[in-house]
């Protein structure tokens, strides 16, 4: 069965830092890419930040760009998000997506398993 938790949620102050975790676990196929989501109450999903599993091509929405780097442990099957400067904004629930393809990495029909999410709070 497979399952894609994610831990390292929390509540920081603006300027903050946070490192988002995403453990994999049962999949019997290569995913393709593997991505970052956050929805904030009454706002849609939008596609924080997404990595292809193959050779490590990094994508990222404008308003993380610098600030935001995902990565992979392939040895763990753990997925990353490192978040530095962390803005009121940023504040959302946090999901870890894996897909098996699509031209575009922040659609989420691209992705066919979703983990829970974790809760990410930044006051100012």
């Known amino acids: 069965q497979v399952q894609l938790v994610e831990s390292g949620g929390g509540s920081v102050q603006a300027g903050g830092s946070l490192r988002l975790s995403c453990a994999a676990s049962?999949?019997?196929?290569?995913?393709?890419?593997m991505a970052w989501f956050r929805q904030a109450p009454g706002k849609q999903r939008e596609a924080v930040a997404a990595?292809?599993?193959?050779?490590?091509?990094?994508y990222y929405a404008d308003s993380v760009k610098g600030r935001f780097t995902i990565s992979q442990d392939n040895a763990k099957n753990t997925l990353y998000l490192q978040m530095n400067t962390l803005k009121p904004e940023d504040t959302a629930r946090y999901y870890c997506?894996?897909?098996?393809?699509?031209?575009?990495?922040?659609?989420?029909?691209?992705?066919?398993?979703w983990g829970q999410g974790t809760q990410v709070t930044v006051s100012s």
């Open positions: 997506a894996a897909g098996l393809g699509g031209r575009d990495w922040s659609v989420p029909s691209n992705y066919n398993a």
């Open positions: 049962g999949f019997t196929y290569r995913v393709y890419r």
């Open positions: 990595i292809r599993t193959g050779d490590g091509s990094t």
